[in-house]
């Protein structure tokens, strides 16, 4: 079990990272702990928002929708490579997945197809928004991928968790399908380079 890592040392973590940071607003007490408990955390969730452009990308994840309050994820990574941080707590970004999954991610292994709606994810996962259209077709950036993975091993470094700890939202639930554009395989193969 991991607590969730404090604001300062998210910062510092990111900081050693060489991750370029921009703290959006009051992102250190803005969260929806009052719908439920952050932690104990397991894992990072990798998100596209299917959306363009930076600044409504950020304030999107920072606001929310009408339907779904913010903040959207605890970061937003746009495609300049910045790590915009957008809430500290609970998050709306990864709903309800497969149990069978998260008790893979704590055990650092291969995680099953998921096919179960079982488990409220923003309790135990950290979330990055990644702007991009979601298509398939719109590119990645090298900086925001870099930025993914420097994010993603900062974290992974402060717990002591490995590259299996990092999963994208289509693996948590057979609902979703982001990201595209990318495999998460080779995602996490970058991280464990970052991490050596």
């Known amino acids: 079990m991991a607590t969730p890592i404090t604001a300062k040392a998210l910062l510092e973590a990111l900081d050693k990272e060489g991750v370029k940071v921009d703290e959006v607003r009051n992102w250190r007490e803005h969260n929806r702990n009052q719908q439920g408990p952050w932690g104990p955390v397991h894992g990072?969730?990798?998100?596209?928002?299917?959306?363009?452009?930076?600044?409504?990308?950020?304030?999107?994840?920072?606001?929310?929708?009408?339907?779904?309050?913010?903040?959207?994820?605890?970061?937003?990574?746009?495609?300049?490579?910045?790590?915009?941080?957008?809430?500290?707590?609970?998050?709306?970004?990864?709903?309800?997945?497969?149990?069978?999954?998260?008790?893979?991610?704590?055990?650092?292994?291969?995680?099953?197809?998921?096919?179960?709606?079982?488990?409220?994810?923003?309790?135990?996962?950290?979330?990055?928004?990644?702007?991009?259209?979601?298509?398939?077709?719109?590119?990645?950036?090298?900086?925001?991928?870099?930025?993914?993975?420097?994010?993603?091993?900062?974290?992974?470094?402060?717990h002591g968790w490995n590259a299996r700890s990092v999963i994208g939202h289509l693996e948590w639930t057979n609902q979703k399908t982001d990201p595209r554009g990318f495999t998460m395989d080779a995602l996490r193969k970058k991280i464990t380079e970052r991490l050596k």
């Open 44 to 158: 990072i969730m990798i998100h596209h928002t299917v959306t363009s452009g930076a600044k409504e990308t950020v304030d999107l994840v920072y606001d929310g929708r009408s339907d779904l309050p913010g903040p959207l994820a605890h970061g937003c990574i746009t495609k300049d490579g910045t790590v915009h941080l957008t809430g500290h707590g609970r998050a709306n970004h990864a709903g309800t997945g497969d149990g069978d999954v998260l008790r893979a991610v704590i055990a650092e292994r291969s995680t099953p197809d998921p096919n179960e709606q079982d488990t409220d994810g923003n309790t135990h996962f950290y979330g990055f928004e990644c702007e991009n259209l979601g298509d398939g077709d719109d590119p990645w950036p090298d900086e925001q991928i870099d930025a993914i993975v420097r994010a993603s091993a900062a974290l992974c470094r402060h």
